[in-house]
């Protein structure tokens, strides 16, 4: 099974997690595995199931990520999606499952036809650093309403649990791959 893992990143963190999340992937013998930033990728059609990946600014997906899904939507909508968000909200389970309430359904209320067969959101990482004064300012909202320290270097990735999910993926793919029929466009 042809699969793309693709990702709109900021500053590495969501790209980061889509690496890890390759990496297990490719533990199966049944699963080929690309990982390309979403820039970088000009067509979905040979690939029989898509993981997209993008991290949240203000409270949205990034355009790229939105864009992408517009423009392949109707390959998208034939194959196997699985879609995860990287956001500070996410750094609890109560923070996840708003993000899952929120700011996916959001997104998927552009795409009614696009069912994404696993979605889930991990926490995400901010170095107050590599941020301009602007950006700064909308980040201490966040980190407020997160509970977490607005200053330094914030990384709330829960390793364990993005194992996990990709350990779920992996399997599951690698199950299709060996009894259902491939959906690449040939
Ligand atoms: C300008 C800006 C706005 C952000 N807005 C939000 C937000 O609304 N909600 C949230 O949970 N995280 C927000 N974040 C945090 C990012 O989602 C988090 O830092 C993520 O890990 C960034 O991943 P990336 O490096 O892959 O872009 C924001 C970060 C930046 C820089």
Redesign the pocket.
């Known amino acids: 099974m042809q699969i793309l893992i693709t990702y709109s ?7 980061e997690v889509a690496e890890k999340i390759g990496q297990i992937l490719q533990q199966a013998d049944l699963l080929s595995v690309d990982l390309l930033p979403i820039d970088e990728v000009s067509t979905v059609a040979p690939y029989d199931t898509v993981i997209l990946g993008s ?5 949205h997906p ?1 355009a790229n990520m939105v864009d992408f899904i517009a423009l392949h939507r109707h390959h998208l909508e034939s194959k196997r999606v699985a879609i995860f968000l ?5 750094n609890s389970e109560e923070g996840r499952c708003k ?1 899952m309430e929120d700011q996916l359904p959001q997104l998927l209320r552009r795409f009614p036809n696009l069912h994404p067969f696993a979605v889930e959101a991990f926490g ?3 170095d107050f650093d590599k ?1 301009n004064p602007v ?1 700064r300012k ?2 201490r909202h ?1 980190l407020e309403q ?1 509970g977490l320290p607005a200053d330094g270097s914030v990384d709330t990735r829960d390793w364990k649990l993005i194992e996990q999910w990709a350990l779920r993926l992996r399997d599951e793919l690698a199950s299709a791959a060996r009894t259902s029929p491939v959906t690449a466009d040939k």
Not at 55 to 59: H, K, L, P, T, W
Not at 86 to 90: D, F, I, K, S
Request: include cysteine.
């Open positions: 990143s900021g500053f590495g963190t969501t790209r991290s949240i600014r203000a409270g990034l990287v956001c500070l909200c996410a993000a995400g990482k901010i941020l950006m909308l980040m966040v997160s």
